[in-house]
């Protein structure tokens, strides 16, 4: 039986579909571009803000529904920052001098509150964080085919409006006491606590954002110039694979954090998963360039897609979810891994390296070694800390 988790996430990827083959093939030359980066842009901005808190919280709230109250405040605080952004954007539209960098950080807002809003979920209620992770595609979707002319700037702010909308669906579902104040919750104290314990896990999120959607946010910032509309359409593709690949990988993180299983089994399913994932979705890419155009072709559509750079992308998405899931396995045993942190690094300067002193046309297949790289360097860092950690507990 298909349960209502699993429903929502079939709505959202079917949300994807008809955003990529309806709303964006109306988007100018370039705008696809523009409104990836900003999105891109706001994603980072708002990682960091949050401070990595969306993967760091299930560590300090471990399905305690106490622990869970007590964080809700800040994401109340950055409520309160969205409608102050919101305000001011509006005053700048009525001058006429609306910028796109204000767009930018009242998006980065809204993503910084869902972070944290989805930290303190997918701790106590797994279906509320999957509501939260979802949801807002169906918003998004009918706001954009509303848009007599779609551009980037447009669907920037549908994207933040959707996302507000299913914020209010999560606070009437979730069952964690919400509170705006508290008088024993001292709000410089927990943010400083946050800063403090959280930070590894914010620049990590940048990492990982900095990697998957590289290929058109540091062209946009270092080498500008580049027509992107196929990668960027391409990396959109992906993520909807990695939306169903996620799946599996936030399910297993919850029950790591969850369950008191050694290190050495967490990291020995993480392993087996993680290539179940990698075979999956190298063949989701080997079916998406054979068999594609042949579909396309058989049903009549006329869509003139590139084919070779999608299946290009879900091939590397493929290794870089099975490396999230390998550093879950790691985090809910030790914390942070400054080894695995090290490696991302290492990754990012070879992607920027590779964006800056290379033709377009090799950026995907060696974004596919770049990542395969990293899922095997963090899989044998993952072993040698296991075996550490036992080590030292035995």
Partial sequence: MIGPGMALRAFAICCRIIFLLVVIPALAPTELTQYFFMVTLALVIGRLVSMGVDEDLPLRIRGNRIRAERYTVLYFLLVALIVLTACSLAFAAWLGVVYQWHIVLLLALVYAAQFVLGGIVRSVRVFGFEVLCNLHWGFFICVSLLLTRPNATGLALAMGMSSLATHMVVLGIVRVPVRVYRKDIALGSLAAELVRKSWSKSVSAFLMLGNLRGLVMWPQLLRPGFDLDDIAFSLMIAEVANQIGMIVVNRRYTAYCADGQPSSAK?????????????????????????????VQFVGMNLALPWTYMS?????NGFMVAFVLVRYSLWSSVDFSWPVFLAEVTCLCGLITMVLTTPLVVWLPALIVLFGVLFGVGALIGAKQVKDIEASTS
Wanted: charged share 5%; net charge positive.
């Fill in 267 to 295: 990291l020995s399913n993480a392993l087996k998963v993680s290539a179940l994932l990698i075979v999956l979705f190298l063949a989701a890419g080997g079916l998406t360039v054979y068999a594609g155009p042949a579909i």
């Fill in 312 to 316: 290009m992308a879900i091939a590397a």
